[in-house]
């Protein structure tokens, strides 16, 4: 028999962590640590009224996140180009993980995902034409059209209006969950999740920063997925798994995971601010 637990739902008790389910579609290490760190930062606000400054290493932990990662196909080519397919990426991954995330739980509804998370990383493709400065300093003839090539990733995060997801709102947000009006005994589990839930996406793009004409050459004229041209150009073993090309190009300055963590707080904003974003 389900209990009825609506006060857990509709304003969560800090007193024990609150479990958050949360499946990736990626089995990448970095960036499952990636997710792990930017989904506890912000969640964790909920023990500090909301403000980020107070969560320090001593804080008290509100959430107790579990995260799994699933092997998915981003539905897309191995390596994307432009914002549109990069960003597509990202969803497929999401919604696959999720997808994969309910069929391993079956009709176990406690272990259904609250949030399911997909990135994906891409390039976008310029034409260039730089000005030649001629020696006075005053703009001369243009040089060669060049090719270049940037690199940026997309991520993609699917949640619901539930008390869990939105427990990193702002302080000062008004929003109430939806599932306050709901039935437990009808539409929810016995943790409180609902089967009724109402989901929304979220959406941020990284930094996008210039490949040098080594890698543009072997993507662009050797057909390779950066990755791969990465390990070519720097002489290394899986880099995708590891800093990434941005921890090479930054002598470690931003590792591939810190460069994913921003973008992936300003992809949680829907559910910081569910009031503007969750109607």
């Known amino acids: 028999k389900k209990t009825k637990m609506a006060d857990s739902r509709t304003s969560p008790n800090l007193d024990r962590p609150q479990i958050i389910r949360v499946a990736v579609g990626s089995k990448n290490p970095c960036k499952i640590e990636a997710v792990r760190k930017a989904f506890r930062e912000i969640l964790d606000r909920g ?44 969803m497929n991954r999401a919604q696959a993980a999720f997808n994969a995330a309910i069929e391993a739980a079956g009709d176990d509804f406690s272990q259904y995902p609250d949030f399911a998370v997909g990135l994906e990383g891409g390039l976008e493709k310029h034409l260039y034409k730089p000005q ?29 209006n539930s008390a869990l997801c939105t427990l990193g709102k702002a302080a000062e947000s008004n929003f109430v969950p939806a599932t306050q009006n709901y039935s437990c005994n009808k539409n929810c589990d ?18 996008a920063f210039l490949l040098p004409p080594a890698l543009c050459d072997l993507v662009l004229h050797k057909n390779m997925e950066l990755g791969h041209a990465d390990d070519m150009v720097f002489r290394r073993v899986n880099s995708k798994h590891g800093s990434g090309t941005v921890g090479k190009l930054t002598d470690g300055q931003i590792d591939r995971m810190d460069y994913y963590v921003h ?16 109607r």
């Not at 001593?58 to 191995?78: H, Q, T, W, Y």
């Not at 030649?132 to 949640?159: F, H, K, P, R, Y």
């Not at 016995?190 to 941020?204: L, P, S, V």
């Open 190 to 207: 016995q943790n409180g999740r609902e089967k009724d839930r109402k989901f929304t996406w979220g959406y941020a793009k990284t930094a």
């Open 263 to 278: 973008s992936l707080k300003m992809a949680l904003i829907p559910w910081i601010r569910p009031e503007l974003y969750l």
């Open 132 to 160: 030649q400065l001629s020696t006075n300093g005053v703009g001369g003839d243009g040089m060669q059209q060049t090719e270049e090539l940037w690199c940026m990733a997309w991520m993609a995060i699917l949640g619901s």
């Open 47 to 90: 023990a500090n009224d909301g403000n980020s400054d107070n969560v320090t290493a001593s804080s008290r932990s509100v959430v107790k996140l579990e995260i799994s990662a699933f092997d998915v196909p981003s539905g897309v080519p191995d390596q994307p180009f432009g914002d549109p397919e990069t960003r597509q990426g990202a």
